[in-house]
């Protein structure tokens, strides 16, 4: 459970910009390890990775921040493995 507020929180400073994503990569980098972050990593690098872009579309940055939203909220509630993964920041779910 700490595992996922503890994610979860940090993701919501990211999206806050308390955290920038080098600090969130920092943190959260190839070598830790949790079964929550490993389900959710490959998702949330395409969020981190259309930083540059999120700047210059702000429908587009809506959308990945609706996403994210829906993802601390996820991880906030508990919810299953399967229902963090449908969070895949390529379009709204």
Do not use: W
């Amino acid at each position: 459970m700490a595992d996922n507020l503890g994610l979860a929180g940090d993701l919501e400073s990211l999206l806050t910009g308390v955290l920038d994503t080098t600090q969130f990569r920092r943190k959260y980098g190839a070598g830790v390890a949790s079964p929550t972050l490993e389900a959710v990593r490959a998702n949330l690098e395409h969020y981190l990775s259309d930083a540059d872009i999120l700047v210059k579309h702000s429908a587009y940055r809506d959308m990945h921040d609706g996403e994210l939203r829906k993802l601390i909220q996820l991880l906030r509630q508990q919810a299953p493995t399967e229902a963090l993964r449908r969070i895949t920041f390529l379009r709204s779910t």
